[in-house]
């Protein structure tokens, strides 16, 4: 099939810079040492494939991802890398044979991670992000909770969320020591033999943990691209220009392509389209002023600031080399 | 069923907010007089209550909107209120007795609407906003293009998308007669029954359209509340306290809970909540700072900055009074 041929707005993966972004990572993190975050792409297909290069255990954000990971029979080792406060649905799936890891950080976490059948815990510890996490000091004493819960404390996982973007990567360096630091210390008091931890923007400097937990090395992001990062841009969003003005009165000539704020992430700002300047985006529309003119019924590949809420918005993701699609994915980790 | 027993994030919509503001904009724009706009809630039970109203002819933005509403046996009279360069799909609807009318700004548009077999269309006029919609003195002559090519043209749409916001009511409304006076010279040339266009911003001061296109009103929105218009926020994101820190070195306490970047329109911005201040949003959480003394597992109402692309993200919405769910709405016209 030719890209021009599918539907608009249509998510494009160029195969290409998917695969040497995989390899990429695995040839730095071999098998184990890489947890993959599925929240960056929640496609199992695509996992599958991060699967096939020796990552079989994989990190999730949400009880839909670590339930749709294990009906794709990708449930060697699943972490919820987040809090929940009903673990029913977490325990059903370990009733059903999958390996399913929660992260706690507090007495009621716990509690929830017990009563609802889950088995195995990391103790999420808190490293300098203001987000979940339980102070460094005090990792230990809930470790000891877990267990005496009748839980496996199997270690501890901390991210240090708040350095991924830092363009400075001495910088960025010198504080991820600091924080894996504080993660050392609350491991040395909890025990276990997983130490959980880092992103796609720490990938190379942090040798601390046992397994890094980057998820958008895959796709990539613009953001990502620009702190220095070697993994190539992989994502956009292919779209039809369905209108052309050349002027109207005092204003320049604009077009209008149909992707609009339910097709793009839009919390780091406006997408890009290469040779244009986007004017404004609405709920179906991107409004954008072209270098080249430009008519109605082109196609334009445009480039969303932020990857993964542009993910969760599609319901498919099509693998394309130049203009043939190879391959159309389910986007089926979506929702909650 | 308790509100407090729903998974979250789950999507709440206030059962008599929402019926005040269908009933408040019946009275006012009786029948036919009002054309619903989907896109704004995306979900065919919610536009059945409207069209119980006497609003039996919609509006959408997207091919899988109409598709979903013709399905939903709301078919009577569909205004797909866009261009398409591919218009098939609506042919096959147009031949399964429903209803369908499309907007033409261009040739190439025209074309599409009669090679997909789609056979009325509106023209639509540019009235200001830079986005769709041909200049207003060409109208007349795509109408003729449109008749030669065997349409039915029913008359013209023009969108006064750029005024919906503006603070000042009275500037409002006089921007919104110029623009209208634009639509009504295209009309005198284009011709036909129908002149649609306008929104929640404009519905008070827009006499000129024989219908008009609201969709927010229903469910409103934070930025419109702030435009001093009558209807009610019916909309919001019940999310779950999932772990909560008093302080850590200098950072004073915070809390954090389940909802996030996949859950929430952030174009217009961060979410409030509250009692609350936000800090910043992820993935799958919101960290604030609560004035009330918050504990893990506590319930919060977000606000979501922007109603419109917030709805989209959930597969489905509650409707609730008080702390009892009469109701779960499937928002079933998500996608393309």
Not at 215 to 224: E, N
Request: overall charge negative; some cysteine; proline content about 4%.
């Amino acid at each position: 099939m030719n890209v021009h041929d599918l539907p608009t707005p249509a998510l494009l993966v160029d195969a290409d810079a998917l695969t040497a972004n995989l390899a990429d990572m695995a040839d730095r993190l071999p098998g184990p040492r890489l947890r993959p975050h599925v929240k960056a792409h929640k496609t199992t297909a695509l996992a599958r494939q991060q699967a096939a290069l020796g990552h079989t255990g994989f990190t999730c954000a949400t009880v839909r991802e670590v339930e749709g990971m294990a009906a794709a029979g990708l449930g060697e080792d699943l972490l919820l890398a987040n809090e929940v406060l009903d673990a029913r649905r977490l325990g059903a799936l370990v009733d059903d044979a999958a390996r399913v890891t929660v992260a706690i950080d507090s007495p009621e976490t716990l509690a929830a991670a017990a009563r609802g059948g889950v088995r195995e815990v990391l103790v999420d510890v808190n490293v300098g992000l203001p987000r979940c996490g339980i102070a460094p000091d005090r990792a230990g004493w809930l470790a000891d909770e877990a267990r005496a819960a009748g839980l496996t404390v199997r270690g501890v996982m901390g991210y240090e969320g708040h350095l991924m973007m830092l363009p400075d990567a001495v910088e960025r360096a010198r504080l991820t020591e600091e924080c894996m630091a504080k993660l050392a210390a609350a491991h040395a008091d909890v025990g276990g033999e997983v130490v959980s931890g880092g992103g796609t923007g720490t990938y190379a400097m942090n040798t601390w943990v046992t397994e890094l937990q980057a998820g958008s090395y895959a796709l990539m992001d613009t953001a990502y691209t620009a702190a220095g990062l070697p993994f190539r841009q992989a994502l956009t969003v292919l779209a039809t220009v369905v209108s052309v003005t050349d002027h109207i009165g005092s204003l320049p000539g604009w077009a209008v392509a149909d992707v609009g704020l339910k097709a793009l992430g839009m919390d780091h700002g406006n997408p890009t389209v290469s040779g244009g300047q986007v004017w404004f985006v609405s709920d179906e529309h991107l409004t954008f002023a072209s270098a080249e003119p430009l008519r109605v019924g082109d196609k334009v590949q445009v480039v969303p600031a932020h990857v993964d809420p542009t993910v969760t918005m599609h319901e498919r993701l099509h693998v394309v080399r130049g203009d043939e699609v190879l391959d159309t994915w389910a986007v089926d980790l979506r929702g909650w």
